[in-house]
C-alpha cells in the first residue's frame, strides 16, 4: 500500500531563506505525488504534482520538488520564504493500483516564516 | 465564481443529533470526494463519488452517509453524532480520475463541533 511520510512537522526560516519541507514516499509502483497547500481557516490548494514526467517539477509561488526514485523522496523547495508562505504543507501520493483518485496524505508540515 | 463550496462553513451541535453538510462543485467534474481533518491536521479521505456512483468508502462508520442527488453535490449526513466527530470536513472534486493523476479541488471545509 502506498504511504508518505514528512520528516519534520515543524519548519521554522527566516524570511529570505531557503525552505525545505522534506517527503518520503512508499509506493508499489510508480507513483503520482502532489504537494497541497493549506492556509489559516482555507481548504487545500494544489501547488505541485509529479506523475512521471520530468523529474524537476515548477509549482505556483516559486515553489518547486524533485521525484527522487533511488532515494523514495519528494522534498519540496523555494529559494526564498516569504512571509505569506506560512502554512501547512501536505505531501500526498494517489492510490494509484485502484485508480480511483484516492489520495493518501502525509502529517504535514507547519512553516512557520520569521521576520 | 467558487468552485467547491461548503455549507454551513462552522456547525456547533449536542451528541446524539443528526446533522448535514451540503458541498457543491461547479467545475463540471465527475468525481467528488469527502475528507476528514482531525485536531492534529491529519486528512484522512471517508467517501468518493464517481457520476453518483460510490467507489471508494473508508470504512467509515455507518453513522455517517454521503448522497449525491447529482454529480455537482455530495452532501455528508451524519446520525448520532459522538464527541469522536469534531473535526473539520473538506469536500473535494476532480475530472474522471485514471491514470493522469488529476488535481483534486478542495473547498473551504466545515468545522463540526460536537458537545
Known amino acids: 500500500a502506498q504511504s508518505v511520510t514528512q520528516l519534520g512537522s515543524h519548519v521554522s526560516v527566516s524570511e529570505g531563506a531557503l525552505v525545505l519541507l522534506r517527503c518520503n514516499y512508499s509506493?508499489?509502483?510508480?507513483?503520482?505525488l502532489f504537494w497541497y497547500v493549506q492556509y489559516p481557516n482555507q481548504g487545500l490548494q494544489l501547488l505541485l504534482k509529479?506523475?512521471?514526467?520530468?523529474?524537476l517539477v515548477k509549482g505556483i509561488n516559486g515553489f518547486e520538488a524533485e521525484f527522487k526514485k533511488s532515494e523514495t523522496s519528494f522534498h519540496l523547495t523555494k529559494p526564498s520564504a516569504h512571509m505569506s508562505d506560512a502554512a501547512e504543507y501536505f505531501c500526498?501520493?494517489?492510490?494509484?493500483?485502484?485508480?480511483?483518485?484516492?489520495?493518501?496524505f502525509g502529517q504535514g508540515t507547519t512553516l512557520q516564516v520569521k521576520p | 465564481d467558487t468552485a467547491v463550496s461548503q455549507t454551513p462553513k462552522y456547525l456547533v451541535t449536542q451528541m446524539g443529533n443528526d446533522k448535514s453538510i451540503k458541498c457543491e462543485q461547479n467545475?463540471?467534474?465527475?468525481?467528488m470526494y469527502w475528507y476528514k481533518q482531525d485536531s492534529k491536521k491529519f486528512l484522512k479521505i471517508m467517501f468518493s463519488?464517481?457520476?453518483?456512483?460510490?467507489?471508494i468508502n473508508e470504512t467509515v462508520p455507518n453513522r455517517f452517509s454521503p448522497k449525491s442527488p447529482d454529480k455537482a453535490h455530495l452532501n455528508l449526513h451524519i446520525n448520532s453524532l459522538e464527541l469522536g466527530d469534531s473535526a473539520v470536513y473538506f469536500c473535494?472534486?476532480?475530472?474522471?480520475?485514471?491514470?493522469?493523476?488529476?488535481?483534486?479541488?478542495f473547498g473551504p471545509g466545515t468545522r463540526l463541533t460536537v458537545l
Open positions: 509506493s508499489s509502483v510508480p507513483p503520482y
Open positions: 463519488y464517481n457520476n453518483k456512483e460510490l467507489i
Open positions: 500526498a501520493v494517489s492510490d494509484r493500483p485502484s485508480n480511483t483518485g484516492k489520495l493518501i
Open positions: 467545475l463540471g467534474h465527475d468525481t
Open positions: 473535494a472534486s476532480s475530472s474522471q480520475p485514471g491514470t493522469s493523476g488529476v488535481e483534486q479541488f
Open positions: 509529479y506523475t512521471s514526467a520530468a523529474t
